[in-house]
């Protein structure tokens, strides 16, 4: 077989570019491929199709067809195709070929297929079809009529010879499926005929370029909230499995650590439920047998391993013949397991998490458009955000506008914290600064806006978040903070972590503490939005919001108040200055924000030159420990 070690592939392509006209060209279509197989009659090439086989009586390289079926649900979410109704014949598909052979409904999908290629070959549930249909062969292919099978073949190679020519420039997925995964499916089932050997050894050159490629530089597959990247290393995973079974080699030590690399992203992006992240909660789902192929292919390293058996669901440590609940507990695996915080800064998004041996306290945010998505998940791995986290803004009564790109001023990370502050500038009118922080050993969300001006108007601010559809936001009935609660106190994963129905507190430590003194703020929601809203008249608004996640079962006492801050002996305004102390059981904390220019300023007898400070607060001895100090440019 002609495979082509990676140390020399790079030689290898351009030397077969320069050579490959003409015939050569033609000779490596998958068209003329099927032509050859095909050109004597097309009822003796389908009648020689292998069926399927029992497990007993199958290769141990191969698979059954019905694994390969259930694996084309893996990483499929709610895309937004033109057609949403094509998401059913994929699911049709997967259920009606996961056991019995039906002819007469594999030619239904078949006629589908044929309807669909080539003006929807781009739809990722019609490429996922196509490939489920080619899968299930060995289970239908004999009752097809042979017309149909052969115009579905033909239809299909002639969408993998335009994935060849163009290349994935306008996106990894569905390329992937049409110019890979397809190839190998095919020569998988019509192995039998010789004459394959070819259109392996390509596929699987053209899959480690990919492999490589994409794991040295994810841009692609992280773009759109990384919305394609369980798919593709899904159908990574299926392509492997073909062509382990017409005997291929095995990948080069090159592949098998990219697909750890990428096995590292999917860790990253997925939640303790093992969901994926930065998408609806609802849309996407666990799939164990996803992350144990693909340790299995990628030889995981002992690291990979860990994290994988302490932050996912307890099926997936099980199955690679580990004790999760031990993991957990041991604290000693900390220094074995990889950083905790991840910033993707071409695609703009940062992933923060408490531990690794936590189902929750994580965070997930995307700002590469101009509104940006939150995912933040509850001790026990509930969802709490996850939806837009949006501001509107208005100036004098007359709307502003927040259509420009967010850009990233600062990312911090250390044992204490994680930290992200955005901005964006909204012309002449005003700054825009949005932060984001997490506090590790607190279990704690810090968010702010801060509208940034230099000519006094009538602001009124209003910052939106989305809460997941089983949570809701309950007011406290005297004092402006409030509780989120699960609508439905059932864990997906009984055997991780107790589900206590008060998931979260929320204090908006800019307000009042008592509602009976609040006259230009407001914590509230309206179903699924929750929405922070603050207004006045002054040059600068400041919108802070606090989040407890950790040590809620006996409900903890909570106050927080405002500070003081003097500048010079005289008493700072809040549209140069702000400061709160928080209060949650027995600790405190301090959060200090310069909303003016940086100067020296005194508050709880405590000297600051600096934009932003968060800290320890100790009542006992009044000493302080600071978290993070963002200093100004």
């Keep these: 077989m002609d495979w082509v070690k990676p140390k020399h592939r790079a030689r290898r392509l351009k030397s077969t570019e320069s050579v490959d006209t003409g015939s050569d060209a033609e000779r490596r279509s998958a068209s003329h491929w099927l032509e050859q197989l095909c050109e004597e009659n097309v009822a003796l090439l389908q009648s020689s199709l292998p069926v399927a086989v029992s497990q007993s009586k199958r290769k141990n390289r191969d698979h059954a067809v019905d694994r390969y079926l259930n ?20 699911h049709d598909l997967v259920e009606a070929f996961g056991g019995a052979a039906d002819g007469s409904h594999a030619a239904k999908i078949g006629k589908w297929i044929t309807q669909q290629l080539p003006k929807s070959n781009y739809d990722p549930y019609v490429a996922l079809t196509c490939a489920g249909w080619l899968h299930a062969l060995p289970h239908v292919g004999r009752d097809i009529p042979p017309a149909l099978w052969l115009d579905v073949l033909q239809s299909t190679l002639t969408q993998v010879d335009r994935a060849w020519e163009t290349g994935h420039q306008d996106g990894l997925f569905p390329w992937i499926i049409w110019a890979c995964e397809i190839p190998l499916a095919l020569a998988k089932q019509l192995s039998h005929l010789g004459g394959k050997d070819r259109i392996v050894s390509d ?88 992350w144990t192929s693909m340790l299995e292919l990628c030889s995981a390293s002992n690291k990979l391993r860990l994290a994988c058996a302490a932050s996912l669901p307890n099926d997936v440590g099980r199955a690679m013949g580990m004790k ?46 101009d509104v940006i998505w939150l995912d933040i998940t509850a001790a026990n791995g509930q969802r709490l955000f996850s939806g837009d986290w949006d501001v509107e803004l208005f100036r ?38 949005r932060q984001v922080m997490l506090m590790r050993e607190e279990g704690m ?20 978040w989305t809460l997941a559809a089983d949570i809701e936001y309950l007011p406290e009935a005297k004092t402006n903070d409030g509780v989120l609660i699960a609508k439905n106190a059932q864990s997906e994963d009984p055997s991780r972590t107790a589900v206590t129905k008060r998931q979260a507190l929320l204090l908006p430590i800019g307000m009042p503490e008592w509602r009976r003194g609040t006259r230009d703020a407001a914590l509230q929601s309206d179903g699924q939005r929750l929405t922070l809203r603050s207004f006045g008249k002054q040059k ?46 027995k600790d405190q904390w301090v959060f200090y924000r310069s909303l003016g220019q940086c100067k020296r300023r005194t508050l709880m007898g405590m000297h600051l030159n600096t934009e932003f400070y968060a800290a320890r607060f100790s009542s006992g001895d009044g000493s302080y420990e600071a978290l993070v100090e963002v200093n100004a440019e």
Aim: aromatic residues 8%.
């Design 71 to 90: 694996s084309m649900l893996w990483g499929t979410g709610d895309w937004e195709v033109e057609k949403p109704s094509h998401r059913e014949f994929l």
């Design 203 to 290: 596929t699987l050159n053209r899959i480690a370029l990919v492999l490589e490629q994409t794991a040295d530089d994810p841009q692609t597959l992280l773009s759109f909230g990384a919305q394609d990247l369980r798919a593709v290393v899904a159908s990574l995973i299926r392509s492997r499995w073909s062509a382990t079974g017409v005997g291929a080699r095995k990948w080069y030590p090159p592949q098998r650590k990219a697909l750890s690399k990428l096995a590292m992203l999917m860790l990253h992006l997925t939640d303790g439920h093992g969901r994926s992240l930065l998408t609806e909660a609802e849309t996407t789902r666990h799939d164990p047998e996803l």
């Design 324 to 369: 999760p609940a031990r993991i957990r507990k041991d604290k000693s695996n900390d220094a074995s397991l990889p950083p905790l915080s991840v910033y993707w800064e071409s695609n703009r998004i940062a992933t923060m998490r408490r531990s690794w041996r936590d189902a929750g306290y994580r965070i997930a945010v995307d700002f590469s458009s």
């Design 396 to 433: 004098n009564g007359t709307s502003v506008e927040v259509d420009v790109a967010w850009e990233e001023v600062c990312w911090f990370t250390d044992d204490d914290v994680d930290y992200l502050e955005l901005e964006c500038d909204l012309e002449d009118r005003c700054k825009l600064q």
């Design 445 to 464: 969300v810090f968010m702010a806006d801060a509208v940034l001006s230099n000519s006094d108007a009538r602001w009124d601010v209003r910052t939106h």
């Design 540 to 585: 600068r608004m400041y919108n802070p919001l606090l989040v407890a996640m950790r040590g809620l079962d006996r409900d903890p006492p909570r106050t927080w108040r405002r500070l003081t801050i003097a500048q010079d002996l005289v008493v700072t305004p809040p549209e140069i200055a702000q400061a709160y102390r928080a209060q949650v059981g």
